[in-house]
């Protein structure tokens, strides 16, 4: 390998480390934000909350590798939907999520170790997500419906 070869082949690796270290601290100001918004909306900061990230890939095959990477790591996998974006495109997209506090060192490990297994398998990390979760709601007074007999 030439000298020169050798070099470009660094400089590339080195822009695609300061590309991947750029994308990671935009998803932790993501997720800053994200907790923010829901605390300052009046969201329970001692609920659990089902974090859901999004993926996205053009190959349906590479998407189902990542879900099932990702159901191996302790997640739970919705199911694969197709939408079709504003060019036209259509992409194959499925959640992965896990049952969380709304901690963002936590959040954040997660974020990272699932955008490192998007980019191995070579499919899009579209981010994360959850919902508003009421500390007024108690599970408690819902009272189960008793089922009827048949007669």
Known sequence: MSFKKALTEQQISTENLLLEKKAVAEQRAETHSIIEELLE????????????????????????????????????????????????????????????PLDAELINKQVVQLMMLTEKIGINYDGWGTFFEDPNYDDAEEKPVEPKALH
């Open 41 to 100: 909306d009046g969201s329970d900061p001692n609920a659990l909350y089902e974090i859901e990230h999004h993926f996205s890939a053009k190959d349906f095959k590479l998407l189902e590798k990542a879900a099932i990477v990702a159901f191996k790591l302790g997640y739970e996998v919705h199911d694969a939907e197709e939408l079709e974006i504003e060019d036209g495109t259509v992409l194959m997209c499925c959640d992965v999520y896990r049952d969380s």
